[in-house]
């Protein structure tokens, strides 16, 4: 089973920085099949990227994803007050389908 | 684009059933998305339970599959997951969501809190 470790568990920032957060897998995982999801409280996720680096419809630019193999990225190359929440990196696989991240928290 | 919204008891008793339902509109229940549903304990990650399709073709996660149902009722554009023998571990807010089918869950209902408790 191929498990996802997302780091850091929380990272303080302050407006117009810039935020790199980490999704790392146990075994190579093809780019295809990751996707980032925002989530704020009470709120439902939002899906940001899929296939590890296309933004979702209606999502800005300063969102941007990367990364093959074993390690994706999600960059938000300047906070904005609205970019604070928790990030989830998600993986698909044919047998098991979706598998999350524990996620990483924004905060201020 | 898609719209869901759950609906069900918010409280269901130690060993009974959980029993949710997704309304769709924007969409036809009929397309090619697949429908599934997704959980978050409170404070907690999310867990996929499992999905549904037009075909038929369900697919469960694993660690639940011996106690979930999941089916799509066309006639009222809605699709339903039945969970068995619930216990507090079950307790979390319930998501119904969509994905084209291209590896990603493209929409998500709003939620809806599910308590286990006697």
């Known amino acids: 089973e191929i498990v996802l470790t997302q780091s850091p568990g929380t990272l303080s920032l302050s407006p117009g920085e810039r935020a790199t957060l980490s999704c790392r897998a146990s075994?190579?995982?093809?780019?295809?099949?990751v996707a980032w999801y925002q989530q704020k409280p009470g709120q439902a996720p939002r899906l940001l990227i899929y296939?590890?680096?296309s933004r979702a419809t209606g999502i800005p630019d300063r969102f941007s994803g990367s990364g093959s193999g074993t390690d994706f990225t999600l960059t938000i190359s300047r906070m904005e007050p609205e970019d604070f929440a928790v990030y989830y990196c998600?993986?698909?696989?044919?047998?098991?389908?979706?598998?999350f991240g524990p996620g990483t928290k924004l905060e201020i | 684009q898609v719209q869901l919204q759950e609906s069900g008891p918010g409280l269901v008793k130690p060993s009974g059933t959980l029993s949710l339902t997704c309304a769709v509109s924007?969409?036809?229940?009929?397309?090619?998305?697949?429908w599934s549903w997704i959980r978050q304990p409170p404070g907690k990650g999310l867990e996929w339970i499992g999905e549904?399709?037009?075909?038929?073709?369900?697919k469960y996660n694993p660690s639940l599959e011996s106690r979930v149902t999941m089916s799509i009722d066309k006639s009222k554009s809605q699709f339903s997951l039945n969970l068995t023998s619930v216990s507090a571990a079950d307790a979390a807010v319930y998501f119904c969501?969509?994905?084209?089918?291209?590896?990603?869950?493209?929409?998500w209902g709003q939620g809806t809190l599910v308590t286990v408790s006697s």
């Open positions: 998600q993986r698909y696989d044919t047998s098991s389908r979706y598998t």
């Open positions: 969501a969509a994905s084209s089918g291209y590896f990603r869950i493209d929409s």
């Open positions: 549904v399709h037009r075909s038929g073709n369900n």
């Open positions: 924007g969409d036809s229940i009929n397309s090619g998305n697949w």
């Open positions: 296939g590890a680096s």
């Open positions: 075994q190579s995982v093809s780019s295809t099949y």
